[in-house]
């Protein structure tokens, strides 16, 4: 197996953060994902999941939008706002559908984003997507690094 190989994410490896105040959508979306083998990190509100992520940086956050405490734009906000979590994809989960929660959901971040009820297809093919682009940028990043360094290198 090739360094690139291994470097790759698996997505039977991938934490993926399940944010959602209601339990039985939380647990829907938990055994919806069971489908692909990855952990699920369950968080019941906004302040939880901003936690969670700080203690350990998922791979992909699947948000709720209207929660208690703070809302789920809140929460893309401040993750895509942060240098340390910019680059975590996220998938709002919403039941608002009216074009102006569409373009508070992307101006605040979004990567993006499933009407509820969530289609369990749509959602696995979804996360699966945006896992395999997370997994390209991180190679890329991670062959840029390399290069530099071989620049400095060579100076």
Same mark, same amino acid.
């Given at each position: 197996?090739? *360094?690139?190989?291994?470097?790759?994410? &698996?997505?039977?490896?991938? &934490?993926?953060?399940?944010?959602?105040?209601?339990?039985?959508?939380?647990?829907?979306?938990?055994?919806?994902?069971e489908?692909?083998?990855?952990?699920?990190?369950?968080a019941?509100?906004?302040?939880?999941?901003?936690?969670?992520?700080?203690?350990?940086?998922?791979?992909?956050?699947?948000?709720?939008?209207?929660?208690?405490?703070?809302?789920?734009?809140?929460?893309?906000?401040?993750?895509?706002? &942060?240098?340390?979590?910019?680059?975590?994809?996220?998938?709002?989960? @919403?039941?608002?559908?009216?074009?102006?929660?569409?373009?508070r959901?992307?101006?605040?971040?979004?990567?993006?984003?499933?009407? *509820?009820?969530?289609? *369990?297809?749509?959602?696995?093919?979804?996360?699966?997507?945006?896992?395999?682009?997370? &997994?390209? @940028?991180?190679?890329?990043?991670?062959?840029?690094?390399?290069?530099?360094?071989?620049? *400095?290198?060579?100076?």
């Amino acid at each position: 197996m090739t *360094k690139a190989k291994k470097d790759q994410l &698996n997505i039977e490896d991938a &934490n993926i953060l399940v944010v959602d105040d209601n339990e039985q959508n939380l647990e829907l979306l938990q055994a919806y994902l069971e489908d692909i083998k990855c952990r699920t990190i369950p968080a019941r509100d906004g302040i939880e999941a901003l936690e969670i992520i700080k203690k350990s940086k998922p791979d992909l956050v699947l948000l709720d939008v209207m929660m208690p405490k703070m809302s789920g734009f809140e929460v893309c906000r401040r993750i895509k706002n &942060n240098p340390d979590t910019a680059d975590l994809p996220v998938i709002m989960v @919403t039941a608002l559908n009216e074009l102006r929660d569409i373009e508070r959901a992307i101006e605040s971040g979004t990567d993006d984003f499933l009407s *509820k009820p969530v289609n *369990k297809l749509e959602l696995l093919t979804r996360v699966k997507t945006m896992l395999k682009l997370k &997994n390209l @940028t991180d190679q890329l990043e991670r062959t840029l690094a390399y290069l530099s360094e071989i620049e *400095k290198q060579a100076k």
